[in-house]
């Protein structure tokens, strides 16, 4: 059966940082393309950005919003992947989920609450 | 960047209604077009994939169509399960989903 857990959510200043973590379970993480998709309070989706296999170059793409202040990565070795955020702004407050990217994202985590307020 | 546009934003239908939910693309996506239900406090599920291929486990009374800039979702037969929001999403270039179309219960 296919998991993704995501953790390290919580309450953070403007201006602060936040790593998020996804551990995945239940096939070849290694293998899987991988996104991040947001969603603030009471609002629609967002696609954050995503990253590629390593056989498949391993290369990030971000959405616009977020260039330049967030960055994805990937741990194989412990079937996790990663969002690094800083110079957070109270527009990134959100719900932040990991999928798997492949014909559309498949499998979503529960997701985890970043909220960005002094 | 390609924007996605949802039409109608909301509507009310009653079980047994076939429902059809539009999104148009600002530039042609081929059928890169994938369609997700959302209910509250719940991760999205994808339902369709590639305009028009149902997702394993998915009841047949979904559908998709489409291709370019101009595409459909049809659930046949409104179920009581079905009242959700539902989203489009594009995944020619940039990642970007639609705006939503929340379903209600007329």
């Known amino acids: 059966e296919v998991q993704l857990v995501e953790s390290g959510g919580g309450m953070v200043k403007p201006g602060g940082s936040l790593r998020l973590s996804c551990a995945a379970s239940?096939?070849?993480?290694?293998?899987?393309?991988m996104s991040w998709v947001r969603q603030a309070p009471g609002k629609g989706l967002e696609w954050v950005g995503r990253?590629?296999?390593?056989?498949?170059?391993?290369?990030?793409d971000y959405a616009a919003p977020v260039k330049g202040r967030f960055t994805i990565s990937r741990d194989d070795s412990k079937n996790t992947l990663y969002l690094q955020m800083s110079s957070l702004k109270t527009e990134d407050t959100a719900v932040y989920y990991c999928?798997?990217?492949?014909?559309?994202?498949?499998?979503w985590g529960q997701g985890t609450l970043v909220t960005v307020s002094s | 960047d390609i924007q996605m546009t949802q039409s109608p934003s909301s509507l009310s239908a009653s079980v047994g209604d076939r429902v059809t939910i539009s999104c148009r693309a600002s530039?042609?996506?081929?059928?890169?077009l994938n369609w997700y239900q959302q209910k509250p406090g719940k991760a999205p599920k994808l339902l369709i994939y590639?305009?028009?291929s149902l997702q394993s486990g998915v009841p047949s009374r979904f559908s998709g169509s489409g291709s370019g800039t101009d595409f459909t979702l049809t659930i046949s037969s409104l179920q009581p399960e079905d009242f959700a929001t539902y989203y489009c999403?594009?995944?020619?270039?940039?990642?970007?989903f639609g705006g939503g179309t929340k379903v209600e219960i007329k």
């Open positions: 999928t798997t990217d492949r014909v559309g994202f498949d499998y």
């Open positions: 239940g096939f070849t993480f290694s293998n899987a393309w």
């Open positions: 990253i590629k296999s390593k056989t498949d170059g391993g290369t990030t």
């Open positions: 530039q042609s996506v081929s059928t890169y």
């Open positions: 590639a305009a028009s």
């Open positions: 999403q594009q995944s020619f270039s940039t990642l970007a």
